[in-house]
């Protein structure tokens, strides 16, 4: 879009409050409603300022959220494109580019005026684009804009005029006097304000980019949006083909999917692709592709169910070049019909008990189709207790129900995310972790229940914030390290719990923090249950798995099930376990099973899943 006259930013910087940012990631933190977005010169060469022409530029207005017919966009600018041939909006961020400079100009005007120019602003949506640059006197009642001619007409409209020619009140331009370069302008108000540039793009396609929650009614342009705006019990339907977003899923029983079979891809190497913290989530028919995280194990996840997470479904999703497909570190969860591909681990349960992982697709995976594992080597607390506990499962025991009964989610989640940091500084300092063992014993009557009614006083806790500074004078050198900094947030949650504690009874702080679970959450830590495998085709993977926690390697239950023999369908009973490829084995009586068990299955497929409907199970 292209405005003349480099007077008028002048104009507009000289009348206007400049704000600017340090980079390209800083530079719109504080930005306003109302704010004015100006690109100077970004695309002119160098022949147009031989022939002394106009300056030409790009100017748009912040509007923040949009609303309009059912729909919500956020962090939107609001201008005319010729590129649109129409007033359009677009996110802020097609101005990102360190490239070339942009200005971010803050009106001084009253608030109340910022908001009604905004407000005429987004009601010009949809109005023509005009290229009649030379109106410079335009009426207020157009139906037609340039960039510049909207942004000051709806701030004249407003009753505040942004700049003042004496030669042409309420122009927007005019000829320039005297070949002002772009070099001049710059230096004069300073290299410091470049910030990015803005490049126009075609308008979203209106068919292809909107996230819908079809239990609202309303629609948006960004899916973080979407789940922000969601209740407990949404469905958001993604219609996008594609989307790299930072997606993180914290409300219950909410319902993700797409209708395009999207491709989900990470903001970034050191994060999830999708992240779970929440309960009863079912996410469907997506594609994630390409995270193969950091030496951090706990990245690089296509999906991840964190603690806490319970009761979640996975289905009909294809996850392909991750470190790890899908992950889960809680409980009770069911992941069917997925397809698992060229993934370092196709799937990965850590302390995770009593899912249900059916009719899936797991190969090609660089290292283990699957890998399950209870094992706690960097859990810090364990790691102190098998130490120096003459009796480490008891004791493991006992601080395991204090976790899952008495803490509050965010002290576990908080204490599982700092665990690998602090397992590091214990391994790094014993004096460090021979002290942990002695604060463990003084307070054990909490952990037990037995001084529940006592009250805490501030001497008790002297020792504890003594030990932390231990930590922190250990762990400092690195902060700069993900896993450290989470160690540093956990503290800070652990003193802003001591600081409320002092002078109250144990059970008066803990009680009702162990209530946020659900009945069935709580009923999940009560008894460890097993994962049933089953119905899965496994094959050409390094390793086909690496299990060392409960699991069932076939149906939790004697089913009746058919099973297709070329074009003849017939029926039999039993269980069903899995297909791992080409056996050389035997199935003498053709029911589908072969006749000996391969490795922990006992009920090998002797075909693809795709050959057997379990019809019910049988008592």
């Known amino acids: 879009m292209k405005s003349r006259m480099l007077l008028i930013a002048i104009l507009i910087v000289l009348m206007a409050k400049a704000v600017f940012g340090s980079s390209v990631t800083d530079w719109r933190r504080d930005i306003q409603r109302g704010d004015i977005i100006l690109v100077v010169n970004a695309w002119i060469p160098a022949w147009w300022y031989s022939l002394n022409l106009y300056d030409v530029g790009h100017v748009a207005i912040y509007a923040g959220t949009v609303r309009q017919n059912g729909f919500v966009w956020r962090e939107q600018t609001v201008e005319a494109s010729p590129a649109a041939g129409i007033v359009t909006h677009y996110h802020v961020s097609i101005w990102d580019d360190p490239r070339y400079r942009v200005f971010l100009l803050r009106p001084p005007a009253p608030a109340d005026i910022k908001q009604q120019a905004v407000d005429y602003a987004i009601s010009q949506i949809g109005e023509s684009y005009s290229y009649n640059y030379t109106n410079t006197k335009p009426t207020l009642s157009n139906n037609e804009w340039y960039c510049t001619e909207l942004v000051w007409s709806v701030y004249k409209i407003a009753g505040y005029e942004l700049f003042y020619l004496p030669l042409a009140v309420g122009g927007i331009f005019e000829p320039r006097y005297g070949p002002i370069r772009p070099t001049r302008f710059f230096d004069v108000f300073g290299v410091t304000n470049q910030v990015g540039v803005h ?110 997470a319970d009761n979640g479904t996975v289905y009909s999703v294809g996850a392909i070049n991750n470190k790890v497909g899908v992950g889960l570190r809680s409980n009770g969860n069911v992941v069917r019909n997925c397809r698992f591909s060229y993934n370092k681990y196709g799937l990965a349960l850590f302390q995770s008990d009593g899912n249900a992982i059916y009719r899936n697709v797991i190969y090609s995976n660089t290292e283990t189709g699957l890998i399950s594992t209870h094992d706690e080597s960097q859990c810090a607390s364990l790691a102190v207790i098998n130490e120096y506990s003459s009796e480490p499962e008891q004791t493991g025991e006992v601080v395991r129900k204090f976790r899952d009964t008495i803490l509050s989610r965010e002290l576990v989640d908080g204490y599982y995310d700092a665990s690998p940091a602090l397992a ?45 500074s231990s930590i922190e004078s250990v762990a400092v050198a690195r902060i700069y390290d993900e896993k450290v900094r989470k160690l540093f947030d956990f503290i800070s949650e652990v003193r802003m719990a001591m600081s409320m504690a002092v002078g109250q009874k144990f059970s008066e702080v803990t009680a009702g923090l162990g209530e946020e679970r659900s009945e069935s959450e709580l009923a999940a830590t009560a008894t460890v249950q097993p994962t049933y495998f089953y119905l899965n085709d496994v094959f050409s993977n390094r390793q086909w798995s690496q299990a060392d926690s409960d699991f069932f390697w076939y149906s939790p239950a004697f089913v009746l099930y058919s099973y297709w023999q070329g074009q003849q369908r017939n029926f039999y009973s039993g269980y069903l376990g899995n297909s791992w490829g080409k056996l050389d084995m035997s199935d003498t009586d053709g029911n589908g099973i072969y006749d000996a068990n391969y490795g922990e299955d006992y009920y090998p497929l002797a075909a693809s899943n795709i050959f057997y409907t379990i019809i019910s199970a049988i008592e």
Do not use: H
Not at 245 to 253: D, F, G
Not at 440 to 452: A, Q, R
């Open 424 to 468: 590091e500084v214990f391994e790094s300092s014993p004096e460090i972790k021979a002290q942990a063992w002695l604060l463990l014993k003084k307070f054990w009557p909490y952990v037990t229940g037995d001084k529940s009614d006592n009250i805490i006083q501030a001497e008790e806790l002297i020792v504890v914030d003594d030990f932390i």
């Open 199 to 308: 490049r126009e793009t075609d308008p979203i396609p209106r068919d292809g980019y909107w996230i819908s929650n079809t239990t609202s009614g309303l629609n948006f342009v960004y899916l973080k949006d979407a789940l922000e705006d969601a209740d407990e019990g949404d469905t958001i339907v993604v219609n996008a083909l594609a989307l790299r977003e930072e997606i993180v899923v914290s409300k219950r029983n909410i319902s993700l999917t797409s209708s395009r079979g999207t491709v989900l891809y990470t903001t970034e190497r050191g994060r999830n692709t999708v992240e779970v913290t929440a309960s009863g989530v079912t996410i469907s028919r997506f594609m994630l592709a390409n995270n193969r995280g950091t030496s951090d194990f706990n990245t690089g996840v296509g999906i991840y169910f964190a603690p806490g």
